[in-house]
C-alpha cells in the first residue's frame, strides 16, 4: 500500500544552521508529493510541491527533491530561522484517487536563537 | 485567494450539545475535505465530498455528519460527542481529480472541546 515515512523529532537547531528532514515513501503508482507546515495553533500551509520524477520544488528557501530511484523527498534549508519552528509534514496523493492524502507522522523543528 | 475559511476558531460543547462547524472557500474547487488531528498526531480523513456529493466516509461514528450546501460551503454537524472527540478539525479543498494541480489547502482549522 501507500505510505509515507518521515525522520522521528524533535529537531533541535541553531539559526544559521543547515536542516534536512528525512523522507520517504511506498507507492503503488506515480503520486505527487508534497511538503506541508503547521505552526503552533494553526492549519496546514503547502510549504512546496513536486508532481513527477526529479522535479525539484522550492519555497522561502527550502527545496525538496522528488527522487524516484531511491523514492525519497527530503526537505532542506540552507539556514533556518527561529520563525521556522514548527511541524513539518511530508504527503502524497495521486491524481486520480480523489485526492486522498497520505501523510507522514510529522517533524517537529525546534529552533534556537 | 487561496484561503480556506473555517469558523469557529474553538469550540467548547457538552456532550448532550448539538454544534456544527462551517467552511468556506472561494477557489472554485470542487473536493472538499474533513480532517480530524489529534495532538502531535497527522491529520486523519474523515470525508470527502466531490462536486457537492459525499464520496468517502472513513468509518466515522454517525454523531458526526457532513453536509455540502453548495460548492463554496462545507458543514461539519455535532450531536452527542464523547471526549474523546476533542481535537482539531481542520477543512481542507482541491481540485477534483485528473487535474494536474493536486495539493489542497487548508484552513485554520476548528480547536474543539468536548467536556
Known amino acids: 500500500g501507500d505510505s509515507v515515512t518521515q525522520m522521528e523529532g524533535p529537531v533541535t537547531l541553531s539559526e544559521e544552521a543547515f536542516l534536512t528532514i528525512n523522507c520517504t515513501y511506498t507507492a503503488t503508482g506515480y503520486p505527487s508529493l508534497f511538503w506541508y507546515v503547521q505552526y503552533p495553533g494553526e492549519g496546514l500551509q503547502l510549504l512546496l510541491k513536486?508532481?513527477?520524477?526529479?522535479d525539484k520544488g522550492s519555497n522561502k528557501g527550502f527545496e525538496a527533491t522528488y527522487r524516484k530511484e531511491t523514492t525519497s523527498f527530503h526537505l532542506e534549508k540552507g539556514s533556518v530561522q527561529v520563525s521556522d519552528s514548527a511541524v513539518y509534514f511530508c504527503?502524497?496523493?495521486?491524481?486520480?484517487?480523489?485526492?486522498?492524502?497520505?501523510f507522514g507522522s510529522g517533524t517537529k523543528l525546534n529552533v534556537k536563537p | 485567494d487561496t484561503e480556506v475559511t473555517q469558523t469557529p476558531k474553538h469550540l467548547v460543547m457538552g456532550m448532550t450539545n448539538k454544534k456544527s462547524l462551517k467552511c468556506e472557500q472561494h477557489m472554485g474547487h470542487r473536493a472538499m475535505y474533513w480532517y480530524k488531528q489529534k495532538a502531535k498526531k497527522p491529520p486523519e480523513l474523515m470525508f470527502v465530498y466531490s462536486y457537492e456529493k459525499l464520496s468517502i466516509n472513513e468509518s466515522v461514528p454517525s454523531r458526526f455528519s457532513p453536509e455540502c450546501p453548495n460548492s463554496s460551503l462545507l458543514n461539519l454537524h455535532l450531536h452527542a460527542l464523547q471526549p474523546e472527540d476533542s481535537a482539531l478539525y481542520l477543512c481542507?479543498?482541491?481540485?477534483?481529480?485528473?487535474?494536474?494541480?493536486?495539493?489542497?489547502?487548508f484552513g485554520q482549522g476548528t480547536r474543539l472541546t468536548v467536556v
Open positions: 504527503a502524497l496523493t495521486y491524481r486520480y484517487n480523489f485526492n486522498k492524502f497520505y
Open positions: 481542507a479543498s482541491s481540485h477534483e481529480k485528473g487535474w494536474t494541480n493536486t495539493e489542497a489547502f
Open positions: 513536486a508532481t513527477k520524477a526529479d
